[in-house]
């Protein structure tokens, strides 16, 4: 993705902050108490919005600069968590083909910090003006045929559109069971995408 977006870092267009993410330590993690994956997801959330959003206002000396979000599969719906939970910073999102209800991880229990941390619950029930175009954007680029119960599927955009938020769902058709999201021409695809905005 570095080499696909390459031309536009060089050109001053976009800068690139890439952060570790938790999924091994939180939903991923089944050895863990479903509570304590939970935990550990609204630990990284606060870890974003805490140090991640001031470290990058500070090496782009611009503060409250406009962040976009990006990641693919379990990155995805860190991407869509971020942008949902934080309309002050994170002002589009590229999520590619990702699962947007981690239900699944939690083995039937429920908390906040799962409900605040899983979009297509919290944003059911959001009310917020702030969370309205022209505030947010979400680009979804999925793959065609791909979609099915318990794994990637059109949530998100139905999720964002009950909510105003502006949300396009790109279908790629084209080599896309062979290719996927992270082969070459996702990849370029997605390049292309985000090359359009910036």
Known sequence: MI???SPYIEQGRIRIFCINGVQSDSFANKGAHPFHRSWMQAQYDAYVANEVFPFIDSQ????????ATLGASLGAYHAANTLFKHPDHVKRCYA???????????????D????FNNPVDYMANQSDPVVSPPIRELRHPARDRLWSVGEQRPDLPNVGDSRGIAALLIIWTTGARRAGTNGPTGITRCGSTIGAHY
Do not use: A, W
Not at 112 to 115: G, I, M, R, T
């Open 96 to 110: 590619l083909s990702g699962i947007y209800d981690m239900r699944d991880s939690m083995d039937g229990m429920y």
């Open 112 to 115: 906040d910090n799962f409900y």
């Open 3 to 5: 080499r696909t977006l």
């Open 60 to 67: 782009c000396q611009t503060p409250g600069i406009g962040i």
